[in-house]
C-alpha cells in the first residue's frame, strides 16, 4: 500500500477537537526531522493545515459506502429505539469507524481504506439494548459496543464477519451516577460516562474515582471494564478491574447480575468473565466501583537515577515494601533522553523517575518524606516538582501528537505489556530488540519504554516507537513491527496486553496467553453467552 | 431421625489426633449446660471415653459398604497410578468420607449414614491425574478431589450422582515447592500441600504464605484456591484468591496454565473460573501465589468498644483510611459476653475488638501507635495483648471443640457471609434473627457473630450458633436453620458465602447470588470442562 497517509486526518475520527497550535514542540519537531530524515515529509500538508485544504476535505466527503442494513432490520431498530436513535448519517457512521491506533490514524487519512457501520444504535437503557440485541439476532447484525472509540487494537472496528450488516451502539446515552454509597465508598455509573463526566458527577458529592488513563477525555466507563483499564494512578489506587465491586451486563442469552459482597466464596468469580470481554460477550451496561474522597493533597515529583536497572530496583522496593506511591513511572535510558515524558522539554543522562501521591495531607506527606530519604540513600537525585509538572501537563497529549508526527512522515505507535520483576529487564530487552530488527536499520527505529503500574509481583513496560515510516508499504512495515514484539512477549513469558486489551490485533496471540485449552473454554463462554454470534465479530476472539 | 449422634465420633474422621484434655473449659461446660439444659446430655459419653468403649468401637469397626467400583476400573487406575495407589481399605475410604460440617460430625457419629468413597486415588502428579480423568470418565465414576478433608459445607462428600461409582481424589502426593521466585516475591506451590508444610518449605527460605484460617492445620493449598479461602491475617495480606499469580488445572478437556504477569488486559481472567471451581471443574494442580519475608515483627491487642456499631464504624475507618490492619475481627455483644473468641475465658460488657500487625519492626509499630491514638481518641478502651493472646492460643481450636460440645448434647455450628458497609448491621440483624427464629425460643439458641476480612467497601460476618439438640431430628432441626440464615443473607443483599465456599449445602442458593443466567453460565463451563459430569457431581451447581 503507497504511503497516501500523507494525507490528513478525518476530523470526525480524530482524538479530540484539533488544538490551535502545534503540540509537538518545535524543539521535538527538530530532533524527529533530525533523527528520522523522513523521505514523504515534503508531500505532506503540515498539521496546522489539515482542517483546511479542498482537496482534503473532498476525500473526507466522499460519499461513505451504502449502508448494507435491510429494512426490515433498519424498521425493527427503529421500532426498539425510536427512529431518531438509529443514525445512518454518513458523519455519524464516520464518527463510529475504527479506533485510535496508528494503524487506524492511517486509516482515517483515506476514507476509502475505512469500514464504517452500517448504522449507529443510540440505546437508552437496558430494556432497549436487549431488544436491539434480539433484532440483530433475528436479522443476522453484528452489534460493536461503542464508548469512547479510543481502542488502540482494532476493538471498535465495525466488522461483521459472516453476517449481514454491523451496527455500532453507543452507549452514550447511559450516563448516569445510578447511586452513591458514600458509607462504603462505592458508586454505580452507567457505562456510557467518560472519565471527566463520572468524577464531575462524583465530585459535588466530594468524591472522585479518579482512573485516569491516557484516554482519560474521551473513553467511557463501560470501556474501562471492558478492557480492564489501568490509570496513572493505578500503582496505589488499583486497575480498573480491581476496583468493580459489582456489574451489569446485557448479553443475548439475558441480563448478568454479578457480584454481592466485597469478598465471596461462591463459586467462580463471573464477574472476571465479562470485565476484559470487550463486547464479546454482551454490554457491560453499569459498573459499581469503589470511589474515594476526593484528595485534600497531591505531590508530583521528579528523581534522576543512574539507570534503568538501578530505577527498577527501587520501585521493587516501594511496591513490595512501601511507602507505595500512588503514580510511579520510570523512564529508560532512550525515553529520557528523548523527553518523551516531558514533552521534549527534559532529557540528559541516566532515567527519570516520577513518583506520586494522592490522598490526605498527612498521609501523602509521609509518604513523600519516606520515599525521598529511600530514593536519596540509594543515590538518586531530586528534580522536585517541575519535572512531574512537565509530565501531567502534557499527560493526555501524546495519542493527539501522533496525527502530527504522522504529517512528519514518521512512524509512531505505542505497545506495552507486564512481567514479574524478575523478568522485567529480560522482557525490556527483548522486546525492544524485536522491534528494532524487525523495522531494519535504515529506518531509524527509536524505541524508548518506561515501567509504570508497579504491583507486588511485577509491573508494566510501556514502549514507544518511532520510525522513519515506508513510503511503500507503511501499513505492512508497522504490522511486522507489532508481530514482532507481540511475538517477543509471548516468548518472554510477558503478557501480551497489560491494559490496551486483545481487540482484533492481538486475537491471535490469545493462545499463547491462556493456551488452546483457555481460548476453546473463552469460545464456550461465547456460545453460550452469544449463541448467534453477533457480539463484536473478530474481536478477543479471532 | 433419633439422637443416635450422642454416640462418639470416628477418629478416623475426627479433625485432628483427639487431644489428651478437653478442649471445652470447664467454664464453658458449665456455661454451656447451664444456658442449654441439654436433653439428651445424660446419655452422652464424654468425650475423655470416645476412644475407649467396645461398643462405640464395634460401630466403627462396622464393616463398610462393598467397593462398587468395577474390576476394569480399577484395573485400569493401578495401570496408571501404581496398584498400591489405589485404596480400597476401609480405613482409608473412612477418611475420606466427608468433610468437618456440624452434619458431618453427626454422621460420623453414625458409621452406616455416612457415605464412603469406592476407592481413594493418589496420583503423584499432573500425568497421572490426566490419565486416571480419562479411566474416570470411561468408566462412569466420579470424582471428588480431596486435600485436607475440611470442607464444612458438603465439598468433599463422595457422591456419585448418575455415575456408577465415586473415588476421592486424594493429592497428598503433590506436596512440593516447585519454584521460589525470591525477586518477584512468588512461590509455586503444589495443590496437596498443607498450609504449615507449606511455610516450613517457604520459612527455610526466609519467607512465608502467611495464609492462616481456621482450617490452617489440615487444610491444603489446592482446597485454599478451590474454595477461595479467607485467613485470619487476610484483611492486611489478602484473600488467598487475591494471592494467586498463576495456576494450572487439570480437567477433563485439558491442562489449563493460566496467568502469565501481575496485571493483565488479555481478555476475561480465566484464573477466576478455577479459583473457587470446587473440583467441579477439573483439579487444581499448583498454585503460584505472593510471598512474604518471615515478619520481624507482631503485635496483637485487644481492645473493649462500646457496641457492635462503635467497633464496626472503627473498622471501616481503618480499613478505608487506615492504617489497616493486618489481623482485625470485632465480637459482637453476644460473642463478647459468651468469651468465644478467647476461649471462654473473658466476657464483659461491650464488645471485644482485637487488631494486629505483622511484618518489619518499624511498620508493626507505626501501624499500632496510629490506631491505638486512633482507637483511644475514639472511646475505646486497651485490653492489651493478653485478650489477643488468649485468641491466638485458641485460634485453631473452635472446629475441634464442635465434638466436645456435640458430646454435650448441644447443636453448634457456624456459617459466615460478607456486605456492604452500608448493609452490615442489617445483615447481622437479619441472619441472626432467622437463626434464632428458625431454631426456636424452645432450643434456647445463642448466636454469636464477629466481624472480620475487611475490605474498604465492607466486610464478612461470621455467625457461631449453639442451641439444645433436637434429640428426635437434629438433623432437620439444623437444616432448618441454615436454610433460614441463607434466605436471610440472599434477601438482604449480602453474599451466601464469605469463606466457606458453595460445596453442596449452598448450591440451592447458587442462584440467589449469581443469578439464573450466572448458573447457565457455569453450567456451560462445566459442559465445556468436564463434558462428562464426572468432577465432583452436586458440589458447586446442584
Known amino acids: 500500500m503507497a504511503d497516501d497517509f500523507a494525507l490528513p486526518a478525518d476530523p470526525a475520527s480524530a482524538w479530540a477537537a484539533a488544538p490551535a497550535t502545534p503540540l509537538v514542540s518545535e524543539q521535538m519537531r527538530a530532533l524527529v526531522t533530525q533523527i528520522f530524515e523522513p523521505t514523504a515529509t515534503a508531500t505532506h500538508p503540515r498539521s496546522e493545515d489539515r482542517h ?14 451504502a449502508s448494507a442494513l435491510c429494512s426490515a432490520a433498519h424498521a425493527a431498530f427503529a421500532a426498539a429505539l425510536g ?25 482515517h487519512r483515506l476514507p476509502a481504506a475505512r469500514a464504517l457501520p452500517d ?6 437503557d437496558e ?15 453484528a452489534v460493536v459496543p461503542f464508548g469512547g472509540g479510543t481502542s488502540v487494537v482494532g476493538g471498535v472496528t465495525p466488522a461483521k464477519g459472516e453476517l449481514r450488516a454491523v451496527v455500532a451502539l453507543d452507549l452514550a446515552r447511559l450516563d448516569r451516577l445510578v447511586e452513591l454509597d458514600e458509607v462504603s465508598r462505592t458508586a454505580t455509573l452507567q457505562a456510557g460516562l467518560t472519565g471527566p463526566a463520572a468524577d464531575a458527577l462524583l465530585a459535588a458529592h466530594g468524591f472522585t474515582l479518579g482512573h485516569v488513563p491516557q484516554s482519560f477525555e474521551r473513553a467511557t466507563i463501560g470501556g474501562y471494564a471492558a478492557t480492564r483499564s489501568a490509570g496513572q494512578l493505578s500503582t496505589g489506587w488499583g486497575r480498573f478491574d480491581a476496583l468493580v465491586e459489582r456489574l451489569r451486563a446485557v448479553t443475548p442469552a ?15 468469580d463471573l464477574k472476571q468473565l ?22 485534600q493533597a497531591r505531590r508530583h515529583e521528579g528523581w534522576r537515577v543512574e539507570s534503568f536497572a538501578a530505577g527498577a530496583a527501587l520501585l521493587r522496593r516501594l511496591a513490595q515494601d512501601g511507602p507505595r506511591p500512588d503514580l510511579a513511572r520510570l523512564s529508560d535510558e532512550t525515553e529520557t533522553a528523548m523527553g518523551f515524558a516531558t514533552g521534549g522539554e527534559q532529557g540528559g543522562e541516566g532515567c527519570l523517575l516520577l513518583v506520586g501521591w494522592e490522598g490526605g495531607e498527612a498521609d501523602v506527606n509521609g509518604r513523600a518524606l519516606a520515599t525521598a530519604a529511600l530514593l536519596q540513600a540509594a543515590g538518586a537525585h531530586p528534580l522536585g516538582e517541575p519535572a512531574a509538572a512537565s509530565w501531567r501537563s502534557g499527560r493526555f497529549r501524546a495519542p493527539r501528537m501522533r496525527d502530527e508526527l504522522i504529517d512528519l512522515g514518521v512512524a ?25 530488527d524487525a523495522l531494519g536499520e535504515q529506518m531509524r527505529p527509536v524505541v524508548a519504554c518506561h515501567v509504570s503500574h508497579l504491583y507486588a509481583a511485577g509491573a508494566s513496560l510501556y514502549f514507544s516507537v518511532i520510525a522513519r515510516r515506508d513510503p511503500a508499504d507503511p501499513v505492512g512495515q508497522w504490522q511486522r513491527a507489532k508481530h514482532a514484539a507481540t ?26 496467553e491462556v493456551g488452546e485449552e483457555g481460548v476453546a473454554l473463552l469460545r464456550a463462554v461465547k456460545a453460550q453467552l452469544d449463541p448467534a454470534g453477533i457480539m463484536n465479530p473478530g474481536k478477543l476472539l479471532a
Chains 1, 2 share one sequence.
Open 52 to 65: 483546511s485544504g479542498l482537496a482534503q476535505q473532498a476525500q473526507i466527503d466522499a460519499p461513505p459506502p
Open 127 to 141: 430494556g432497549q439494548i436487549a431488544a436491539l440485541l434480539a433484532v440483530a439476532a433475528e436479522h443476522a447484525v
Open 487 to 512: 511475538d517477543a512477549m509471548a516468548a518472554a513469558g510477558a503478557t501480551i496486553t497489560h491494559h490496551h486489551a486483545v481487540g482484533a490485533d492481538h486475537a491471535p496471540w490469545l493462545a499463547a
Open 274 to 295: 465479562l470485565l476484559g470481554s470487550e463486547g464479546a460477550f454482551g454490554v457491560i451496561t453499569e459498573v459499581t466501583v469503589r470511589v474515594r474522597p476526593l484528595p
Open 119 to 124: 448504522a449507529v444504535l443510540e440505546p437508552a
Open 83 to 107: 427512529p431518531e436513535h438509529v443514525r445512518t448519517d454518513a458523519s455519524t457512521r464516520a464518527a463510529h469507524a475504527n479506533g485510535m491506533s496508528y494503524l487506524d490514524l492511517l486509516r
Open 412 to 436: 509512531v505507535e505505542t505497545l506495552e505489556t507486564a512481567a514479574s520483576w524478575r523478568d522485567l529487564e529480560r522482557v525490556h530487552a527483548a522486546v525492544g530488540e524485536a522491534l528494532r
Open 254 to 268: 439475558g441480563t448478568l447480575v454479578l457480584g454481592r459482597a466485597p469478598g465471596t466464596a461462591a463459586g467462580p
